[in-house]
């Protein structure tokens, strides 16, 4: 687990913003570097050729990185003294080329930040915008029902009830005139 931990930090150093990354897994990834298994130590070294570049304009975590580094040379493992000498090796060889691809790098990421912070914010106005719209059609549709009121229905004038025999007041009068004639 501490292994695929490593792994997961070699794959984010480039790819996360580096304020985040320093802020949620660098101290947990470092922590790593005195593991009592010498396979994760030797991992850790292998990692350290793709974070250290990574953290290379901040002094302080870059010289915390070279301390780990003269440490891991005086290892009792000697694959790990080995891989820490080539990743020590590399890095000085490779300094020049990695400053600029992980600048741009950081670049590319803080442009990904920016882009998905303005996209934020467009939904979040879009939301508040919705929200206010629909608050707003409640009064209208309230206001609309009040003035489409429809009139009350008065008896004897039911909707469906023309030209029903029933006993009505028409039907009485009706029937009333017709009995006078008779009689």
């Not at 101290?27 to 070294?45: C, G, H, I, Y």
């Not at 915390?64 to 790990?80: A, F, S, W």
């Not at 719209?133 to 429809?150: A, P, V």
Request: glycine letters at 2%.
């Amino acid at each position: 687990m501490r292994k695929t931990f490593i792994y997961f930090c070699r794959e984010c150093a480039g790819k996360l913003s580096n304020e985040y990354f320093l802020e949620k897994f660098y101290e947990s990834f470092l922590k790593l570097n005195d593991d009592k298994v010498p396979s994760v130590r030797l991992e850790f070294s292998k990692a350290l050729l793709d974070i250290k570049p990574y953290v290379d304009e901040e002094r302080e975590r870059d010289f915390q990185i070279l301390d780990i580094m003269e440490r891991l040379k005086d290892d009792i493992d000697q694959d790990v003294i080995d891989q820490t000498e080539n990743t020590e090796a590399f890095l000085l060889n490779q300094h020049k080329i990695l400053k600029v691809k992980f600048s741009n790098l950081q670049l590319k990421c803080i442009d990904h930040e920016n882009a998905l912070s303005q996209r934020w914010n467009k939904e979040e106005e879009e939301r508040k915008r919705k929200a206010e719209e629909e608050e707003e059609n409640k009064f209208d549709y309230t206001s609309y029902l009040l003035e489409t009121k429809k009139p009350p229905i008065r008896k004897g004038n039911k909707p469906g009830m023309k030209g029903k025999s029933g006993f009505n007041s028409t039907n009485m009068s009706k029937a009333n005139s017709t009995a006078n004639r008779k009689a």
